[in-house]
């Protein structure tokens, strides 16, 4: 949904006489030709330092923790009050450290949400990008979706709203500022502060925005800067009225609604402050006047009058986790998991039978060895057993040989016998000597053949 830029105007305290008288929301002329504007909210010249905060810090804080790109830039001629309404003084502090303030508490409260801030703080000092907090050399880039940001910039996370006020101090000790015949200081640069924040629900859903806050440098006629160094100042005044006017052609292009290109990038602070200008934001524009100067406050005023013609397209920067694809992703890991194990399975199964078949295997192995082992002893006691006979015959055939040997002395003797017989008259008790002695002879050959066919 498209909404417009918001403008307010804030007009400085007077001394004397005003060009200007406030009713409600109108601004009109004084003094003849009457001239009247209208805006979204107008503080005159008696609001207070704490009126503007309290009317746009506690908005533009919850458009940044609602997930939203914001943006509040303070216009207008120099010495109109744009330095004092954005940062205020150390008795009467501005928007920014109000407006930190008031974040610092409102993350203080919501005790569900895990958030974290961090700030950027540069300027745009003769078309060129400064780093406040550092020494970096920052660069202005694009993002393949046509928006811009600072790349190469000094970035601090801050955790309390006093670490913050540190920084901006040390941040406006490094601002260009000079003296001039306008304002004792005037801003020669345009500010720009940035609070990046992200904020993180229980549910996972992530918001973050950026908060960018702009002091611009003041629109000026080139006598009114004058002082010292005036060839200096020359150039700067050159610069920022030249980023001005481009401001100035972006923002009335973009109130027509034009279908030509925006000139963004004809300047540093438009191609810096174009998503805030023409796109993804939430933006406000506080038209700062100094009433007794009538032409360049209703310069100020036509300038404030086109900008609200502004329509712009702020989105919520939110990343929700979508539970259905989480789910959805969810099942799709279990199916993929289950598959998996079933194949695990199949292959601890065929393992498993190759187990069963190796084990089987060796089972009969183990069979075979006992049974080799068996045989073995078995050889090995009947090797020994043949051992033992052979040693047997052979010691039976030693035997065998005495026998025969004994066997032939008996021959002998039997023959010297039968010689003695018949050479005797004795002849009976030989002859039964004689056969005794063969009976005895065949016993002894009957015994031998014997114990030889025993062994064979
Ligand atoms: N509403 C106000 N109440 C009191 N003093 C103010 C107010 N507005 C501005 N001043 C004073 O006027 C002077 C000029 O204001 P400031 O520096 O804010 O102007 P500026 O718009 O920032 O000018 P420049 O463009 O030159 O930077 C300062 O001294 C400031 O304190
Ligand atoms: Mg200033």
Redesign the pocket.
Known sequence: MSENVQVVIRL??VHTKTNFKVQNQTISTVEPPLRSFNFDHIFDTSSSQTDIPGELCSKYVLHALEGYNACIFAY?Q???????TMRGTNSNPGIIPLLCRDLFDALELDKTTVSSVSITYFEIYNEKLIDLLGDTSPRVRETNDKKTFVQDITTFKVNRVEEVLEYLSIGDSKRSVAS?R??????RSHAIFTLSIKQQEPDGSIRESDLKLVDL??SERANATMGIDNGKRMKEGANINKSLSTLGRCISQLAKNSKHLIPYRDSLLTWVLKENLGGNSKTCMIA?ISPIDLEESLSTLRYATTAKEIKLRATMNEIVPNINEDMKAAVEAAASSRKELEMLKSEMSSLQSEYNIKSEQWKTHEKLLVRFNHITKLNDYLENQLTNEITKSQSLQNENKLSRLEMSNVQTALLGVVGALFSNNNHDTKIMEATKLVSDFDDFVSRLDDDIASFT
């Open positions: 400085r305290p207008g120099t010495g109109s009050g744009k330095t004092y001039t306008m304002n004792m200081e005037s801003s440098a003041g700062c």
